[in-house]
């Protein structure tokens, strides 16, 4: 049987910092990612990418200002496909205490129409966050071991903990960081995970079929949790809006837009741009793990293992934070990785 000191199930963004900033902290320390699929392509790879400092509670908001930082670093070190942008955050006059109080960096509000406030949001970016996690991946290969397309089968604590990998092998492993995205409810951890309530909500971002011009922005509206997102790369705009669709499977949510998704995302586009509404004909639909508060999740849940995600459609800009949370949920174990 192999042995390691620190596994991280799942490749997902999440995972992927989380196994760097644990080589980081406890150098010399044995660590394997196990991703069952490829490197970033669970909600990782249909995520919009959007970074914008955000957030409604306290801890939120320290975890924005983290993140943010530690985006800006490492999308310089590693060259990371993450790409500034300008934004705007709009909000109804009766919420506007609330866009001052969640947002970090707001410029001079405006009142575009009566009953209309609007503000200029720095430090906002969007990202290929697939390419993220697999940039983050390789640069972290030569100091430690991602096996994909090796699913962990189980999951059984016995003198730390023992996984049963799907090709039949199994791996020993002191530490265990449970970062699985949407899989919440695989048999290996699923009564592990229940008594923290998480969920699992559809997401849907249509796409707009019109090239961005260089001066486009991303425009937030915050009333309805949505915006509209120029993605330079692909050469199409994103809209991004409040989909209430509960206890969906990641295995076998629809992947393409129901008829329902392309109707509820014109209705909020058409009360805000409704020029582009008629452009909105395609998309991309998956899910992620909501907890209760609404607010991501870092837990040990049994002795040496850590649950890391639960981000609520939040799982890109908050991964670092959450990353460091884990580590320190690790570090404070009775014995770290690092100390056989
Ligand atoms: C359409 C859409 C738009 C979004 N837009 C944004 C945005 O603009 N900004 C933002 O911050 N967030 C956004 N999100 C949310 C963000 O993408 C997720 O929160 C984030 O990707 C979650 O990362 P993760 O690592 O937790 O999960 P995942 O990326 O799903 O990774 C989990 C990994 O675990 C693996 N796994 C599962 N079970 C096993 C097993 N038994 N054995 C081995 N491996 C396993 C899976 O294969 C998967 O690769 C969006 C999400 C969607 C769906």
Known sequence: ?????????????????????????FPG???????????GGGATSR?????????????????????HRYWQRLAAELGLPVHPTRATVRASAERA????GAY??????????????????????????????????????????????????ALDGDDGWVLTLGHGETLRARRVVLAPGPWIAHPAWADLIAPLGLRVKKIVAAHLDTV????????????????????HHRGHFLFSYTCDEWDVDP????????????????????????????LCRSGRVFCDAYSPAREPVVAELCPGLVFAGAAGGSGYRLAPAIAAEAVAALASATSHPSNR
């Not at 129409?113 to 290969?141: K, N, S």
């Open 97 to 100: 205490d609330a866009v001052r």
């Open 47 to 67: 995520s919009a990418g959007v970074h914008f400092p955000r957030g409604a509670t306290a801890r939120v908001r320290s975890m924005t200002e983290h993140s």
């Open 29 to 39: 320390a044995d660590i394997a990612v196990l991703e069952r699929g490829l490197v």
């Open 1 to 25: 049987m192999d042995a390691v000191d620190l596994a991280v199930i799942g490749g997902g963004v999440i995972g992927a910092v989380t196994a760097y900033e644990a080589a980081a902290a």
């Open 104 to 153: 970090l960096e707001l410029g001079a509000e405006t009142e575009p129409d009566p009953g209309t406030r609007e503000w200029v949001l720095d430090g906002c970016h969007y990202a290929d966050v697939e390419g993220v996690a697999r940039a983050i991946l390789t640069d972290l290969r030569p100091r430690a071991t991602v096996w994909e397309g090796v699913e962990v089968a």
């Open 251 to 278: 295995d076998t949510v629809e992947r393409g837009l129901a008829p329902s998704d392309l109707a509820d995302a014109r209705a909020v586009l058409r009360r805000h741009a409704p020029n582009l509404a008629p």
């Open 212 to 231: 961005p011009g260089p001066g486009d922005a991303l425009a937030v509206f915050d009333d309805e949790d949505a915006f509209v997102l120029p993605l």
